[in-house]
């Protein structure tokens, strides 16, 4: 059992793990802002374009709520709400598009990176010692 526990924290503490872990952690909070993004700054201008119909609230109600004589809900109405369903599809189609952004920007810092890499010129390698004992002998025998 300790082997197996040993495993596991050697797993846990790997680099890619952690990595793993901050990016979930840090794709949450990015999904919270988008949501907020798409909820409270894009579908009030949907609903503004639709005549002021609020967006999330579009639904295909199947069966009416059920109230009793003084209004109070009985049984709760059932509806397909295809205005969030649409809300959804929008928020990944903006976190989709961040990420592609994010992803097209590093991918061109690592191809300038490789340019100047590419435009250094490199050092001439230095001659093995066989290669200098020679280029020795052919000088000595040129001198003679």
């Known amino acids: 059992m300790k082997k197996f526990f040993a495993e596991f924290k050697a797993f846990a503490m790997r680099g890619n793990v952690i990595d793993l872990a901050v990016g979930v952690v840090v794709g949450g909070a990015f999904g919270g802002i988008t949501t907020s993004l798409v909820n409270d700054m894009i579908l009030p201008f949907v609903s503004l374009l639709t005549g002021g119909l609020d967006f999330t609230a579009w639904k295909w109600v199947l069966r009416e709520a059920v109230l009793d004589a003084e209004g109070a809900e009985i049984t ?25 952004c994010v992803i097209k920007a590093l991918n061109k810092a690592h191809e300038l990176t490789e340019k ?6 490199a050092a001439p390698p230095e001659p093995s010692a066989e290669e200098k004992l020679l280029t020795e002998i052919r000088d000595l025998l040129r001198n003679k």
Request: net charge neutral; hydrophobic share 60%; aromatic share 16%.
């Open 116 to 121: 100047k890499k590419e435009e250094a010129p």
């Open 76 to 100: 709760a109405a059932v509806s397909v709400n295809y205005g969030n369903f649409i809300s959804v599809i929008l928020n990944f189609i903006i976190v989709a598009f961040a990420i592609f």
